[in-house]
């Protein structure tokens, strides 16, 4: 079946601009994450989403970063007047119960470059 | 915070040997799992190894899990240049809503 997919898969934005990053995860999957690799670095978390649950945003670097979840499907990270510092990799992820017992399934990343 | 640890940050090795990577972590966990990366896109999954388990095997893949010593280690025995890859340790973390991950083995094996 269809595996995550994110959009754009790559992104190149003005410091300052706003961008937008969508995420489709697996039909039926139940919780959502979003992650941030900088070059040659491990995984950040940024996100996490479980069903109808508040989405855990413990991991936003700043408020300019806000994620949705709509339908408890689709999601969207938005990050507002981008930084050079916000260039990286954005990870999504789903899996289908929500907890770590579950494997996470990647989509293969959005890589946003800021100039 | 990361919760995971890997170790060595890079390893090479000739195709054929053995390679060994090592994760720590710092809370009490329920499970821990291990992830390759190709390319720096998205993350595969290898295999679970969950608390009361001590060692898994999947095909040329080996874990382990040590729960007093907060570790993990994994073999992949034979190995292929195929497998130059990242590898990642991942766990839950305070209450098991969440996946951390570790910073990575960059592991390069030579044809």
């Known amino acids: 079946g269809a595996g995550v997919s994110q959009s754009p898969s790559n992104k190149v934005t003005e410091k300052g601009k706003d961008v937008e990053l969508r995420c489709d995860p697996i039909?039926?999957?139940?919780?959502l994450y979003w992650y941030r690799q900088s070059l040659g670095q491990g995984l950040e978390f940024l996100i996490y989403?479980?069903?109808?649950?508040?989405?855990?945003k413990s991991g936003l670097p700043s408020d300019r970063f806000s994620a949705e979840r709509t339908g408890g499907s689709v999601s969207t990270l938005t990050i507002q007047r981008t930084q050079q510092e916000d260039s990286a990799v954005y990870l999504c992820?789903?899996?289908?119960?929500?907890?770590?017992?579950?494997?996470?399934?990647f989509g293969n990343g959005t890589r946003l470059t800021v100039t | 915070s990361q919760q995971g640890e890997e170790d060595p940050q890079a390893l090479s090795i000739q195709e054929g040997e053995n390679a060994t990577m090592n994760c720590s972590y710092k809370?009490?966990?329920?499970?821990l799992q291990w992830y390759r990366q190709n390319s720096g896109r998205g993350l595969v999954h290898l295999i679970l190894?969950?608390?009361?388990?001590r060692e898994k095997h999947s095909g040329r893949l080996r874990v382990t899990l040590d729960t007093s010593k907060k570790s993990s280690s994994l073999l992949i025995t034979a190995s292929r240049a195929a497998d130059t890859a990242s590898y990642f340790c991942?766990?839950?973390?305070?209450?098991?809503?969440?996946?951390?991950f570790g910073a990575g083995t960059r592991l390069f094996v030579k044809a």
């Open positions: 809370t009490s966990i329920n499970n």
């Open positions: 991942a766990t839950d973390a305070y209450g098991g809503f969440k996946t951390i």
């Open positions: 039909s039926g999957h139940t919780a």
């Open positions: 989403f479980q069903g109808n649950s508040a989405p855990d």
């Open positions: 992820a789903s899996s289908s119960t929500g907890t770590a017992n579950s494997p996470l399934h």
């Open positions: 190894i969950r608390s009361n388990e």
